[in-house]
């Protein structure tokens, strides 16, 4: 496996490792790194991935500057390595929903992780994150995703995932490739208020999505929330009969 870097907003990193034997077209496993004067990483990438992971981290920023450990929700390529970036950052701590710190990152977490409430801004020093809850959006009550400010960059988590090993961001339609994913995967949970709650992602008009498996997005992020709300709409109707 190796592992890329590559800048896809002013001072955002997507750190990318590929895995050519997940799926017929292989499939990329993406953190993000926001360098800030507290700087963040969004994934922590399971533990096996740690040393090129960090690796990488390191030609950007120290990893001992780390300041926070963020992820979508508590599975493996998520925050698997969470402990082992903690050791190697004495400073950082995890921040994120109150739903997962109740439920499973005060248990795990080698130090007390940071609750953040709904819309509340982490302000990283040049950068801003704002949280959101999108419980069971893609999946997992404790679903969160980030979203910068100043660059208009949405951290999208697993929202969006697509298989293959494409540029690091695109400005080509990547809704329809995300339909090819999840009708291949099925990992999303249908409910009332997936759609509502990716619509409610959508009027932050963001700019660049940032996405965990595949490409990122570059150019009119609030159409391809909606257009993926609307699929995702489809798939509830379908679920439902």
Not at 12 to 17: A, D, F, K, L, W
Not at 69 to 88: K, P, R, T, Y
Not at 186 to 193: E, Q, V
Request: aromatic share 8%; glycine share 10%; with cysteine.
């Amino acid at each position: 496996m190796q592992t890329r870097t590559d800048e896809i907003a002013d001072g955002i990193y997507r750190i990318s490792t590929y895995v050519p034997d997940v799926t017929p077209d292989g499939f990329t496993f993406n953190q993000f790194l926001i360098r800030a004067e507290q700087p963040l990483l969004f994934h922590t990438g399971p533990r096996a991935m740690f040393a090129g992971v960090s690796q990488a981290v390191s030609r950007i920023v120290p990893v001992a500057n780390l300041r926070w450990i963020a992820f979508g929700h508590v599975e493996a390529d998520e925050c698997g390595s969470m402990n082992q970036w903690l050791a190697a950052a004495p400073r950082a701590e995890v921040a994120h929903g109150a739903i997962g710190v109740m439920v499973s990152l005060n248990d795990l977490c080698d130090r007390p992780p940071r609750a953040l409430a709904d819309g509340e801004v982490l302000d990283l020093g040049g950068k801003r994150v704002r949280h959101f809850d999108t419980p069971h959006v893609p999946h997992s009550w404790e679903a969160r995703v980030l979203y910068e400010e100043t660059t208009r960059t949405l951290l999208a988590g697993d929202l969006f995932t697509h298989t293959g090993n494409g540029p690091a961001v695109t400005d080509k339609d990547i809704v329809q490739a995300a339909k090819a994913g999840e009708e291949m995967f099925r990992a999303s949970a249908y409910t009332p208020g997936t759609a509502p709650a990716i619509r409610r992602l959508a009027d932050l008009q963001p700019t660049t999505l940032a996405v965990m498996h595949g490409s990122s997005f570059r150019g009119d992020g609030a159409r391809a929330l909606r257009d993926l709300a609307g699929l995702y709409e489809g798939w509830m109707r379908g679920a439902a009969q």
